[in-house]
C-alpha cells in the first residue's frame, strides 16, 4: 500500500529564513509519481511539481527546489529566502502506476512566515 | 488555464438533510475526483469517475454517493448528512489516459477546485 507521510505539521520562520519541508513515501511500485501542492488560505491546492520515480534530478523553480532521493524515499522542498506570502499548508502526494491517476496526499505541513 | 469551480464555498446543514455538493470542469478533462480534507489527515479520496456515469470508490466511500450525467460536471451527494461528515470537500479533474481502461497512470497533472466547507449541525 502507498503511504506518504509529512512529519512536520507546522513550522514556523522569519522572513528571509530557508526552510525544508519533509516529505517521505512508501510505495511498492517502481513506476511512481510525486507531487507538491501548496494550499493557501483560499482553499484551493495550486500544484507546484510532479515528479517521476525514473527522474532522480533535483529540480530548482526560483525560490523553491526539490531533492528527490529514491535511497532514502523522500521528496524534500525547500524554500529559499522565504516570505510572508509562503505562508501556507503544503502537500506532498503519490500516485501509483496501479492505481491510475489517484493521489495519496501527506498529512500536511503548515508553514507560517512571520515578518 | 483550467478552472474547476465548485458552486457552494459554505454549507450548513442539519442532520439527516440530503446535501449535493456540484463541481464543474471547463478543460473537458476525462477524470474528476472528490476527496475531503481534515486537520492531520491530508486529502483522502472518495470517488473519482474517469468518464461520464462511470465511477469507482476512493478510500472512504461510505455515507457518499455520486453523478456524472455529463463529462464537465460531477456531484458528491450525501444522502443523510451526519455531524462526522462536517468537512472541507476538494473536487480536482485531469486529463486520462485516452482509450486505455481502467486509467492506466500518466501522472497527470491534477488541478483542485477552492474547496466546500461543509458543517453538519
Known amino acids: 500500500a502507498q503511504k506518504v507521510t509529512q512529519a512536520q505539521t507546522e513550522i514556523s520562520v522569519v522572513e528571509k529564513e530557508d526552510v525544508t519541508l519533509d516529505c517521505v513515501y512508501e510505495?511498492?511500485?517502481?513506476?511512481?509519481?510525486l507531487f507538491w501542492y501548496k494550499q493557501p488560505p483560499s482553499g484551493e491546492l495550486v500544484f507546484l511539481i510532479r515528479?517521476?520515480?525514473?527522474?532522480?534530478q533535483n529540480e530548482i523553480s526560483g525560490r523553491y527546489s526539490w531533492n528527490f532521493q529514491k535511497s532514502t524515499s523522500s521528496f524534500n522542498f525547500t524554500i529559499t529566502a522565504s516570505q510572508v506570502v509562503d505562508s501556507a499548508v503544503y502537500f506532498c502526494a503519490l500516485s501509483e502506476a496501479n492505481a491510475g491517476n489517484m493521489l495519496t496526499f501527506g498529512g500536511g505541513t503548515r508553514l507560517m512566515v512571520k515578518p | 488555464d483550467v478552472k474547476v469551480t465548485q458552486s457552494s464555498r459554505y454549507l450548513v446543514k442539519r442532520t439527516g438533510e440530503k446535501v449535493f455538493l456540484e463541481c464543474v470542469q471547463d478543460m473537458d478533462h476525462e477524470n474528476m475526483f472528490w476527496y475531503r480534507q481534515d486537520p492531520g489527515l491530508g486529502l483522502r479520496l472518495i470517488y473519482f469517475s474517469y468518464d461520464v456515469k462511470m465511477k469507482e470508490k476512493g478510500d472512504i466511500p461510505e455515507g457518499y454517493s455520486v453523478s456524472r450525467e455529463k463529462k464537465e460536471r460531477f456531484s458528491l451527494i450525501l444522502e443523510s448528512a451526519s455531524t462526522n461528515q462536517t468537512s472541507m470537500y476538494l473536487c480536482?479533474?485531469?486529463?486520462?489516459?485516452?482509450?486505455?481502461?481502467?486509467?492506466?497512470?500518466?501522472?497527470?497533472?491534477?488541478?483542485f477546485g477552492e474547496g466546500s466547507w461543509l458543517t453538519v449541525v
Open positions: 510505495t511498492r511500485d517502481t513506476t511512481y509519481y
Open positions: 480536482a479533474s485531469s486529463l486520462g489516459d485516452r482509450g486505455r481502461l481502467p486509467p492506466l497512470p500518466s501522472g497527470n497533472t491534477i488541478y
Open positions: 515528479r517521476n520515480s525514473f527522474d532522480e
